[in-house]
């Protein structure tokens, strides 16, 4: 057992990275709730904004990795759906002009959507992990300055099949920059990323390692993408800096427990 979910993956990383955050989420009135809470604050991170209900069980992950390292994973997400557009309301309070706003697909669309427009309207820099894949209303898509999908999220998002062409990251890159998005890094696992910098295309190599468990992997390279780019790092830097932490964290096994510290990059 280890401690997980999209976000806390992310918030650790930020944290044990060198940012500072304010992190929410909602969770059961359960064992698992104060053993994450205990956790997260043992890791140095504000729990005062994570909210506990008694109409759903925390969140669960079921893993399994193969001998190649890569996950399938089931999730039973339980308060993780509870969390709604007033929860949110205290921590949107507290964003400022340039501030990020890292968030990922482990809540309702609707909250995602919510969080997103007022984050956007503050003037923050929203960062999306579209993840786990699902399709978002291309009405959000100019509100995001940056978006993080893995091959076939890209595909997903842009409405085109991973069949086509072999560089089906350039044209999805291409197609959600015309929807309005300001950035676009398409992971590949070991073959890198690909980016799409308002228009100017790169690829960036990944660092290469002999994985053992990939999960948290992107969670990793997410929240060490948003610690770079608060510290004034060019996209491109940025993107060489999370790889540096995700080739890490595939080299160990869980989630938290194989997000890297700072002096490790």
Same mark, same amino acid.
């Given at each position: ?72 994973? %089931?999730? *039973? ?7 709604? =557009? +007033? #929860?949110?309301?205290?921590? /949107?309070?507290?964003?400022? &002009? ?53 091959? %076939?999220? *890209? ?7 991973? =069949? +086509? #062409?072999?560089?089906?990251? /350039?044209?999805?890159?291409? &197609? ?71 080739? /890490? ?17």
């Amino acid at each position: 057992m280890n401690y997980g979910g999209k976000g806390a993956n992310q918030a650790v990383a930020v944290k044990r990275l060198g940012g500072e955050l304010i992190f929410l989420t909602k969770l059961g009135n359960d064992l698992f709730a104060k053993q994450t809470i205990l956790s997260l604050e043992k890791e140095g991170i504000n729990t005062d904004y994570i909210i506990t209900t008694e109409k759903a069980p925390s969140g669960v992950a079921l893993i399994s990795v193969d001998n190649c390292g890569e996950n399938s994973i %089931v999730v *039973a997400p339980g308060a993780n759906m509870l969390l709604d =557009e +007033k #929860d949110t309301d205290k921590v /949107i309070d507290q964003i400022a &002009k340039d501030d990020i706003l890292l968030i990922q697909l482990e809540i309702p669309i609707s909250t995602v959507e919510y969080v997103i427009r007022r984050a956007y309207q503050k003037g923050a820099k929203v960062i999306l992990n579209p993840a786990p894949a699902q399709i978002i209303p291309e009405h959000l898509f100019p509100c995001i300055y940056l978006i993080t999908p893995n091959v %076939v999220e *890209a595909a997903m998002l842009a409405k085109e099949s991973t =069949e +086509k #062409d072999q560089k089906v990251e /350039i044209m999805c890159t291409e &197609k959600l920059i015309d929807l309005g998005v300001k950035n676009v890094i398409v992971t590949m696992g070991s073959k890198g990323c690909f980016v799409n910098e308002d228009r100017k295309t790169y690829h960036i190599d990944a660092f290469q390692v002999t994985p053992v468990d990939t999960t948290a992997a992107g969670d990793t390279f997410n929240g060490a993408l948003a610690v770079a780019l608060s510290e004034g790092m060019s996209l491109k830097e940025s993107v060489i800096f999370a790889s540096k932490a995700s080739s /890490i964290a595939v080299t160990r096994v869980g989630a938290q427990s194989s997000i890297p510290y700072r002096n490790e990059l």
